[in-house]
């Protein structure tokens, strides 16, 4: 792989595992609140779009780049990552699938992982934490889009709820203009 995807691999594999230490304090927003409220990120370079409930997520900081976002519950024990790059190196999506289960998911338990032509997604458990991550492959494979929620297994009957209305707000990129430009 060239350098600048590596890289952006490597980014990726940082951010996703980067909430393995965090820790805040107080629990998110009630069960009753979070749906009413909701904030929808678009990424105008790489066009994905994604919406999540404002009294369960907040981003914490200010991105580095415009390439992704991490979003974390109000008591950090929960992760919404978001993002995209370009695939420079033209790696398959079987490619970048099995990278991911390495890097990402090894020694996971894989509950849901369908693959498609263009997308597939990464579902299950690593100790006491579970993550459902979806990647799309746009523009015939020069981006990469991706999304993933990783949260604690003792909260999932809240966090699975969170996570299908998510999903349904999920429209992964195709350039600034909508034409993979």
């Avoid at 409930?53 to 990552?81: C, H, M, N, W």
């Amino acid at each position: 792989m060239r350098a600048q995807s590596q890289t952006a691999f490597s980014t990726v594999a940082v951010v996703l595992f980067a909430w393995a230490g965090l820790a805040y304090g107080a629990r998110p927003g009630g069960a009753a609140d979070w749906r009413q409220d909701w904030a929808t990120l678009h990424n105008d370079r790489h066009g994905f779009l994604i919406a999540y409930p404002i009294e369960v997520f907040e981003q914490k900081a200010d991105p580095s780049t415009d390439e992704g976002r991490i979003l974390y519950s109000r008591d950090g024990k929960a992760q919404l990552l978001v993002g995209a790059f370009e695939n420079d190196d033209q790696t398959t999506l079987p490619a970048y699938r099995d990278f991911l289960l390495k890097e990402n998911y090894a020694g996971a338990s894989l509950d849901y992982a369908p693959v498609h032509d263009r997308w597939f997604v990464l579902s299950g458990s690593i100790g006491d934490r579970e993550f459902y991550e979806r990647v799309s492959f746009t523009c015939g494979g020069k981006l990469i889009n991706s999304w993933a929620m990783i949260y604690p297994k003792a909260e999932n009957r809240f966090y699975d709820r969170v996570l299908e209305a998510v999903a349904r707000t999920y429209s992964p990129g195709a350039g600034h203009s909508g034409n993979c430009d």
